[in-house]
């Protein structure tokens, strides 16, 4: 990957799509900057270490570990990769239960 060609739309453009493209991993450019301004102080090494036994350990064994396991193969780019920070972030902002 060519980091001066990615735009992070590629990621959106499916899943997105769906979500009407409100997905953090699929914006660029200045709404990009305003919205990791914004989030930033969410995601610093500190934080992250505070979440990974409460949010995210369990949300990669429980959610995507364990459903990928019985077919013993997995497109993880697809099944796990991609689904991954949506699934972390809808947890961290409460969106589900």
């Known amino acids: ?3 001066d060609d990615w735009l992070s739309c590629i990621v959106g453009d499916g899943f997105g799509a769906a979500v009407d493209n409100l997905l953090l991993t699929a914006i660029d450019g200045e709404e990009h900057t305003n919205y ?3 989030l930033q102080k969410l995601f610093m090494r500190g ?4 979440l ?3 949010l995210i350990r369990p949300v990669v064994v429980n959610e995507f570990v364990e459903k990928l396991r019985p077919d013993g193969k997995a497109d993880l780019l697809r099944e796990f990769a991609l689904p991954l920070p949506i699934r972390n972030d809808v947890r ?3 969106l589900s239960a």
């Open 1 to 3: 990957m060519n980091p």
């Open 47 to 50: 934080q992250i270490r505070k």
């Open 52 to 54: 990974m036994e409460t």
């Open 92 to 94: 961290l902002f409460r």
């Open 36 to 38: 990791r301004k914004t």
